[in-house]
């Protein structure tokens, strides 16, 4: 891809007069159907957890204190509200006919799944919303937002109709271009497979497009076992609606063997912020050359190299980095770029291995890891969702968040509003057959108008 002259010098002029920008974190909310329908082949959380019992009201709770504390470390949180459920337009549109009631009822007689799509509270992972790319990386100086289409599972596929909506409604403007979700062929799960390098949030960054197998080329290595998710095509196609430069861009293919594991995202195997990257040996196909390509294309933006932890498999194997999600923690640096938190799933808490490999990591001068905070976040991470997935990150100029609609921006007041709902109608327990009867229906729709009238 050729950049010329006037566009380069377009983005740095923008740089220059937006040089403060934020990375804000666009949160997922479970919704009042949160259910374990064990639904993601090659999420193993997902699957073993599958038909239990699950906690609404706990899950939606627990995603808010996390959000809390983040806000009150100076991170700046904006809210993707819940998806409206059942989606019954779905079972329409694949032919069932009658009241919401009626439809779900013959729904459920003759296939179960399909309930368990319609009532399915997975937009919550809200890192799977969309790949982002700010206005500092485009060749046009716009950030540019693609829907996911989330096409590997039908129960994540009819998210994107929402969050195509929700960004356009909220976010879009003449510097901020939302593109609809890609052609389902493309298949695209968002910024889960996706990491932003720079020095500091207004400078212009380096991409890792991650991907599990070629839609187009038959010799790049597939797994045996899980089915790989992202397409190498949906991130060229990507690569270029977003205007990124070649030579600001590195791709990399998972290793299948990791996929395999349970590493269904790359998000769960790998992480970084700003100048930093943590990730397990066995991340990529060529793990090696992906990190020298990083490098040198960090050191020719900045002249400095970038900060690299490799975990091996003799300090963590990936059974434990799959069952702990150590690499979906949340890297934050909310002060202080050479400070950075980490914010952990008590998981990792819980088993030895993990815990002292972070106590390790913090005490290790050679990386910008200062210090561990450890959320419950079980309820998410029985469906294989960590800290790192409940966050879509944004990098906005001061001028672009300016155009955004305040009201999804989190305070004390978004704050008590959502508890309000949330205890109000969300269940303490729920399993699916609860979910057909008209007073469960009725109570849907008033928490859904109550969220709708927030924002
Ligand atoms: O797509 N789980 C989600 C978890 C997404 C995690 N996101 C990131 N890694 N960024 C998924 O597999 C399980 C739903 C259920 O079984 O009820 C689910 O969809």
């Not at 949340?330 to 990792?348: F, K, V, W």
């Not at 978004?414 to 303490?428: A, F, Q, T, W």
């Amino acid at each position: 891809m050729l950049v010329n002259d006037d566009a380069k010098n377009k983005r740095n002029a923008v740089n220059e007069v937006t040089s403060t920008a934020w990375e804000v974190n666009f949160e997922g909310v479970p919704g009042p159907s949160h259910l374990f329908s064990g639904l993601s082949k090659g999420n193993i959380a997902s699957t073993s957890h599958g038909g239990e019992v699950s906690h609404p009201r706990a899950a939606a709770l627990q995603c808010l204190e996390k959000i809390k504390f983040l806000s009150s470390l100076g991170s700046k949180e904006a809210i993707i509200v819940p998806q409206p459920r059942p989606d019954i337009s779905y079972l329409r549109e694949i032919g069932f006919e009658g009241s919401d009631l009626e439809i779900l009822n013959k729904a459920y007689k003759k296939d179960p799944s399909l309930l368990k799509i319609v009532f399915s509270s997975a937009f919550m992972w809200t890192a799977n919303a969309a790949m982002i790319s700010p206005s500092s990386d485009s060749r046009d100086a716009k950030c540019h937002i693609t829907v996911a289409n989330l096409t590997a599972n039908k129960h994540r596929a009819i998210e994107a109709k929402f969050t195509y909506r929700y960004f356009s409604k909220n976010l879009a403007s003449e510097n901020i271009i939302v593109n609809p979700a890609l052609e389902s062929r493309l298949m695209d799960e968002g910024a889960a497979n996706h990491t932003r390098f720079s020095k500091d949030y207004a400078s212009p960054g380096l991409e890792l497009f991650v991907y599990g197998y070629s839609s187009d080329n038959e010799a790049i290595s597939k797994p045996n076992k899980f089915p790989a998710r992202q397409s190498l095509e949906s991130c060229e196609n990507i690569i270029e609606k977003h205007q990124l430069d070649m030579d600001r861009v590195v791709l990399a293919q998972q290793n299948p063997k990791v996929i395999d594991a349970g590493v269904f995202h790359n998000d769960v195997i790998s992480t970084g912020n700003l100048n930093y990257f943590i990730y397990h040996e066995d991340s990529f196909l060529d793990s090696d050359r992906v990190i020298t390509e990083l490098n040198t294309k960090f050191t020719s933006l900045y002249s400095e190299n970038m900060i690299f932890t490799k975990v091996t498999n003799s300090e963590l194997s990936l059974e434990d980095a799959v069952s702990s999600y150590l690499f979906n923690s949340q890297i934050i640096s909310p002060t202080n770029p050479d400070e950075m938190i980490l914010i952990a799933p008590s998981e990792c808490q819980e088993n030895s291995r993990v815990k002292n490999y972070i106590e390790n990591l913090i005490k290790d001068t050679k990386n910008p890891v200062k210090e561990v905070k450890f959320f419950n976040l079980k309820e998410s991470m029985k469906n294989g969702g960590g800290p790192a997935c409940l966050r879509l990150r944004v990098v906005l100029t001061g001028e672009e968040i300016q155009t955004i609609n305040p009201k999804i921006f989190y305070s004390e007041e978004l704050h008590s509003k959502l508890e309000n709902i949330i205890n109000r109608y969300y269940p303490e327990k729920l399993m699916m057959q609860d979910l057909l009867s008209q007073d469960s229906l009725d109570n849907l729709a008033k928490c859904y108008s109550a969220f709708e009238e927030l924002i």
